[in-house]
């Protein structure tokens, strides 16, 4: 994956903008910024991963089966909206900094793709379901589970193998 | 030590692994991605001790039913960190944040004996109280920095910041990192 061209060459300029804005020049200069950013974005994968999973497991029908699943949604919802905050706060620097290498990066691409359909899926379909789902689980809960943590994981593979491809 | 993790390294496993195109970064991705599965099942559970979440939910139902899925996630981490370990040990051995992570997991370990063999025992005197006791909630806060502490750690284990080849180190880097003193 990566070195190929997947977006319109009418982008490139776009992303080489974005390179030179003064928060992308500061964070590609510095030794240290690129580590710290890129480690705090990793403690937001922890932060949104256990808000996504509490949610999940509990439509697949384990977890924390004894509360009833608009519950655990709801309690979930705070930690699942703080760690998205903190995944783009840090992501967007992270990705000024080499966005050309981005450009180029087939999977930039994918989370690209894959990150919007999930932040839909899990703020529009999951949403609209929990509201109108039983209090136990059913085939339905466990469709729509299944397909937030099938969106999440290839949002958060993509992006560890930006780092790996070309 | 040294010797036996030069030996390691130079089996030819480690060096195949190291050398991989595809192995090591899927182990890798492993690794990082497990941290969602591990750090985010555990952070709900201090997030519960420190009342700050599922306040209305027991924190025996919290921890018993989280308590798989970390497991299985702490069991993914440990796999693939010891893959990663031995495909370069003597280079992780002298990195200062692989040690400064390995110093973080006693103190992680400790925090969660000591919860386990005190006040957890008496879980079910206290866990509905709207304020849980101090020592739970200290629990919940050192378990939440030391996890963190050791997801940061972790990743900047990737930089050669301060190698021991790397010339004019201030002395405590070189004690920090173990580095071979000159004419050993």
């Known amino acids: ?166 | 030590m040294e010797r036996f993790l030069e030996w390691l390294g130079n089996t030819p496993w480690s060096i195949a692994l190291l050398e991989s195109t595809l192995a090591w970064p899927l182990i890798e991705s492993s690794h990082v991605l497990a941290v969602a599965l591990f750090f985010g099942t555990v952070m709900m559970n201090d997030l519960r001790l420190l009342g700050w979440t599922m306040r209305r939910v027991p924190v025996s139902e919290v921890t018993g039913r989280l308590l798989p899925w970390t497991r299985l996630g702490f069991t993914i981490m440990v796999v693939t960190g010891l893959l990663i370990f031995y495909s370069n040990p003597v280079r992780y051995y002298h990195n200062i944040f692989f040690r400064l992570k390995v110093v973080l997991f006693v103190v992680a370990g400790l925090n969660a004996f000591v919860f386990h063999r005190g006040i957890h025992r008496r879980v079910m005197e206290w866990e509905r109280l709207p304020v849980l006791p101090g020592r739970a909630r200290v629990a919940g806060a050192t378990s939440l920095a030391a996890w963190a502490l050791i997801i940061v750690a972790g990743r900047l284990i990737a930089y050669n910041w301060f190698d021991c080849d790397i010339p004019g180190q201030p002395g405590w880097v070189n004690w920090a990192a173990g580095c071979p003193v000159a004419g050993d």
């Open chain 1, 1 to 166: 994956m990566g070195g190929r061209q997947f977006a319109p060459e009418a982008w490139l300029p776009f992303f080489e903008r974005m390179e030179n804005t003064a928060i992308g020049t500061a964070v590609r200069e510095s030794i240290w910024a690129f580590p710290i950013i890129e480690a705090v974005h990793l403690l937001g994968l922890g932060l949104l991963g256990g808000a996504v999973l509490l949610a999940d497991l509990r439509l697949l029908g384990t977890g924390l089966t004894r509360q009833p699943v608009a519950n655990v949604v709801r309690h979930a919802h705070p930690w699942l909206v703080a760690g998205v905050a903190l995944m783009f706060l840090t992501g967007i620097p992270l990705f000024l900094s080499e966005a050309v290498k981005c450009y180029y990066n087939t999977s930039f691409w994918v989370k690209m793709i894959s990150l919007p359909v999930a932040l839909g899926f899990t703020f529009g379909a999951r949403k609209c379901v929990v509201a109108a789902a039983p209090s136990r689980a059913n085939w339905r809960t466990r469709l729509i589970a299944a397909i937030s943590l099938g969106l999440w994981f290839t949002v958060a593979a993509a992006g560890r193998w930006i780092g790996f491809s070309a």
